[in-house]
Nanobody, 126 residues
Framework: VQLQASGGGLVQAGGSLRLSCAAS????????MGWFRQAPGKEREFVAG????????AYADSVKGRFTLSGDTGKNTVSLQMNSLKPEDTAVYYC????????????????????WGQGTQVTVSS
């Protein structure tokens, strides 16, 4: 599976950006996709995740109400709409993709994902 992320860039605080991620190759029938981010000097953290049907989604508390994750299962793509951006949202954002291996899975855990994109920079200026 290959992941191609797009979007990101530089925006002023309060602005919006949209990240997209497309999975290709030997994709799975049952899968999850999500976004994690890593700011300089910090550990990678969960941002948002969703399963293929869209019936299960999760967001980090820090982005709830500002970020919206949507998926196009037919195209194996997800998009993260980021509104009301804050300087603390500045980070490298990583797309992730994983096969659902059991009925119990955690969208928030990095170990749930098997493949990772190359990362895209999001910079929010104050």
């Amino acid at each position: 599976v290959q992941l191609q992320a797009s979007g990101g860039g530089l925006v002023q605080a309060g602005g919006s950006l949209r990240l997209s991620c497309a999975a290709s190759g030997r994709t799975f029938i049952s899968f999850i996709m999500g976004w994690f981010r890593q700011a300089p000097g910090k550990e990678r953290e969960f941002v948002a995740g969703i399963n293929r049907s869209g019936g299960n989604s999760a967001y980090a508390d820090s982005v709830k109400g500002r970020f919206t994750l949507s998926g196009d299962t037919g195209k194996n793509t997800v998009s993260l709409q980021m509104n009301s951006l804050k300087p603390e949202d500045t980070a490298v954002y990583y797309c992730a993709y994983g096969r659902i291996k059991s009925v119990i899975y955690d969208l928030r855990t990095a170990d749930s994902y098997d493949y990772w994109g190359q990362g895209t920079q999001v910079t929010v200026s104050s």
